[in-house]
């Protein structure tokens, strides 16, 4: 949603009615997650993707269907080893995607509250109905609970404080997919299926040390989509000109500014200062935190330095055992950029539990089953 959130917005400030088609479901291996976007408006113009190209002209067609007055639809696209040509998903796997018009004034309107609230990096879920014993498409808006409204229903007082419960868990978690319900709610039963689409603030990526090497990871953090802030004690290497594309610029003592952060459990941390006087301070604070990853740079010799001086610290071997250090996989990594996509890497790794090697090397499923681990 997030990289066509200026044409949405656009379009219904404008008055264009459009269609959006959403991935809600995945089986197996394929190209696009759910949550996933495709908007086709009234001109015909399409935006964003669902598959990355795999079944976008026929979930064009569908959205033209519904737009023109069809009724919202869950299609489902999937492959055998004889049909893989005829549906396009020549990656495999099989995707379910809900299509629903937006051609109202007051649908786009009410689309536009949460975009807004999307575009303000401010918490969001929306819940839509997908089949059973509920309207299909019926849309439920869902915030954090110390936020007043909920606008919208999916057809009864139980199925929506169900949801409203179960949809400000994942909201809290930054996860999204499909929940099962009884008409009324009731847990355990599987007469509705109802998508949870959840819009979390971007994770964190907290960068230690204004060096060459943090631009380098600043740059790939935000390319990932994480909101970057880079911190140094050193006023005249932590400037806005060294690192133009971070959200924010620090200048302070790292473990003063940590202590005093917001810290999740999709936060990444970064420590790229190899100073002792630094680091010590700085990873027995971060290891305090819920964070994700805390990743560490320096030599295997200053590895052993640094875990000794936190030894002393105070640090016991459970919360050593978090670091990642030497920072980043194994890549043959020489420069800045390199090593921050071994960075990366490791962090994306991690997140997902992959085994960081060749996929050439490996047999089975490309894409791992089940959620993130923490980071996002």
């Known amino acids: 949603m997030r990289d066509i959130l200026p044409d949405l917005r656009a379009r219904c400030a404008d008055g264009i009615p459009f269609a959006l088609a959403t991935v809600v479901a995945v089986h197996g291996s394929a190209p696009r997650d759910p949550g996933a976007v495709l908007a086709v408006d009234a001109a015909g113009t399409v935006l964003g993707s669902v598959s990355g190209g795999c079944v976008e002209g026929d979930v064009y067609e569908v959205a033209r269907e519904v737009l023109a007055g069809a009724g919202p639809r869950v299609v489902s696209y999937g492959i055998s080893d004889d049909e893989a040509f005829g549906t396009g998903l020549t990656c495999g796997?099989?995707?379910?995607?809900?299509?629903?018009?937006?051609a109202t004034a007051a649908e786009r309107e009410d689309l536009a509250a949460v975009l807004d609230l999307i575009a303000a990096d401010r918490p969001v879920a929306e819940a839509t109905v997908l089949s059973g014993a509920a309207e299909t498409g019926a849309r439920l808006v869902v915030r954090p609970a110390d936020t007043p409204g909920s606008?919208?229903?999916?057809?009864?007082?139980?199925?929506d404080a169900a949801v409203t419960d179960d949809a400000r868990g994942l909201l809290a978690q930054g996860h999204?997919?499909?929940?099962?319900?009884?008409?009324?709610?009731?847990?355990?039963?599987?007469?509705?299926?109802?998508?949870?689409?959840?819009?979390?603030?971007p994770p964190r990526m907290l960068v230690f040390g204004a060096?060459?090497?943090?631009?380098?990871?600043?740059?790939?953090?935000?390319?990932?989509g994480y909101r970057v802030t880079v911190c140094d004690a050193r006023p005249a290497f932590a400037t806005r000109e060294r690192f133009p594309v971070a959200d924010e610029v620090v200048c302070a003592w790292p473990h003063d500014y940590l202590e005093?952060?917001?810290?999740?459990?999709?936060?990444?941390?970064?420590?790229?200062?190899?100073?002792?006087?630094?680091d010590v301070p700085l990873l027995a604070a971060a290891l305090r935190t819920p964070a994700a990853y805390i990743g560490v740079m320096?030599?295997?010799?200053?590895h052993r330095d640094r875990l000794a001086r936190l030894r002393a610290a105070g640090v016991d071997e459970a919360h050593l055992a978090r670091l990642a250090s030497p920072v980043g996989l194994d890549l043959g990594a020489r420069t800045p950029e390199e090593t921050a996509v071994s960075i990366a890497a490791e962090i994306i790794q991690h997140r997902w539990g992959g085994t960081g090697r060749p996929l050439g090397e490996l047999s089975g499923a490309i894409h791992h089953p089940g959620g993130p681990t923490g980071t996002r």
């Open 260 to 278: 005093a952060a917001e810290v999740d459990t999709r936060t990444v941390i970064c420590v790229l200062t190899h100073d002792p006087k630094f």
């Open 151 to 159: 606008p919208g229903t999916l057809g009864s007082e139980g199925l």
């Open 211 to 224: 060096i060459d090497h943090a631009a380098a990871t600043a740059r790939i953090g935000s390319f990932l």
């Open 93 to 102: 796997g099989t995707i379910e995607v809900l299509v629903r018009a937006y």
């Open 298 to 302: 320096g030599s295997r010799r200053t």
């Open 176 to 201: 999204t997919g499909t929940q099962w319900y009884g008409a009324h709610g009731q847990r355990r039963m599987q007469e509705v299926a109802v998508f949870v689409r959840t819009y979390a603030p």
